[in-house]
């Protein structure tokens, strides 16, 4: 009988994070773009198969492997996935040490816990959720500010390969212009199309690596538009202009929509959070006081009722204020 509140209290928990993954994984237009997009992309490729020069560095990738990452990809669940996350970051991070970082915080947040006298097994659950969620939570903060920060100068980009395309300049030779001339994360992604195709690499598989890579839509666009005019011909340098002019229209909107939500937001952080800094707070202050939070089953039974329903609050709020664009 005294497994049972603390059996509750989990079920909720993992409710809560059930529903708050749900609610800002984005919506489904998303994928559904995301889709179109691909099978467009499929249509007018006419990439066939991966070459020679691919698969030989995916068995130098692999021999390079550290045993911590192969220890890690065997115990955290998709560690594909996961490893393509991390290179979006742009930071030289393997999956053993992303999975070294989720154990040192698992350990430390749950021993700090217990000293403070928690329960063990809820001092455990609460380690392992941040311990898997913070840096989670961090990959994916640097994955969107790269993200910014290349969506912000990728219509620069594409202007520079409009003047370099009037002037003369092939496609192949204004890609390692623009990887030479524009800094950041632009910059980085275009010197690694010049340098796949220094190796073997065609213009087309160079460009839907780094697509695959970014997942943005702004840069599908870029291989797409690429992919149809070597295929029916006509006036590139036009074609990208035109572009970039929308993917700054693109940009706009995004802002717009950013600024007339703001408020909203910020008041949905501010007021999901406020219960559970005092709650923080005083356990800390008096943390005999909050003891009978985790014994009584009532207050178990209402806490965990109340998280249930911030979260269907998160949740609807959520999809209320996510567009797309």
Avoid: C
């Amino acid at each position: 009988m005294e497994l049972m509140p603390m059996m509750l209290l989990a079920g909720g928990t993992f409710m809560v994070l059930a529903l708050l993954i749900l609610a800002f994984a984005g919506p489904s237009a998303k994928a559904e773009g995301a889709r179109r997009l691909t099978g467009l992309r499929d249509r007018h490729a006419g990439v066939v198969g991966v070459g020679a020069v691919e698969a030989q560095l995916r068995r130098i990738s692999t021999n390079r492997a550290s045993n911590m990452d192969k220890a890690a990809a065997r115990l955290l669940p998709n560690p594909a996935q996961l490893g393509k996350r991390l290179a979006m970051t742009g930071k030289n991070w393997t999956v053993g040490q992303y999975g070294l970082a989720s154990l040192g915080i698992l350990v430390v947040v749950a021993a700090a816990l217990m000293v403070q006298g928690l329960p063990a097994l809820l001092a455990l659950l609460v380690g392992v959720i941040i311990g898997g969620g913070l840096p989670h939570m961090a990959v994916g903060y640097l994955i969107s500010r790269r993200i910014a920060r290349f969506t912000a100068k990728f219509p620069d980009a594409i202007e520079l390969l409009v003047r370099g395309l009037r002037s003369g300049l092939p496609i192949t030779e204004t890609i390692g212009v623009v990887g030479a001339e524009v800094d950041g994360p632009v910059g980085e992604e275009f010197r690694s199309i010049s340098d796949k195709m220094k190796i073997g690499r065609t213009l087309d598989q160079a460009l839907q690596e780094t697509a695959d890579r970014l997942g943005t839509p702004e840069f599908q666009f870029f291989v797409i538009t690429i992919a149809i005019q070597r295929e029916t011909g006509g006036n590139l340098a036009e074609t990208l202009a035109n572009l970039a002019e929308v993917l700054r229209k693109r940009s706009q909107m995004k802002l717009k929509i950013k600024a007339m939500s703001s408020e909203s937001k910020a008041s949905a952080y501010i007021i999901g959070a406020l219960p559970f800094i005092v709650f923080g707070m005083i356990w800390f202050i008096n943390d005999s006081y909050m003891q009978s939070f985790f014994t009584d089953q009532r207050l178990i039974v209402a806490g965990g009722g109340g998280i249930v329903w911030m979260a269907i609050g998160a949740f609807i709020m959520a999809k209320m204020i996510n567009f797309e664009i």
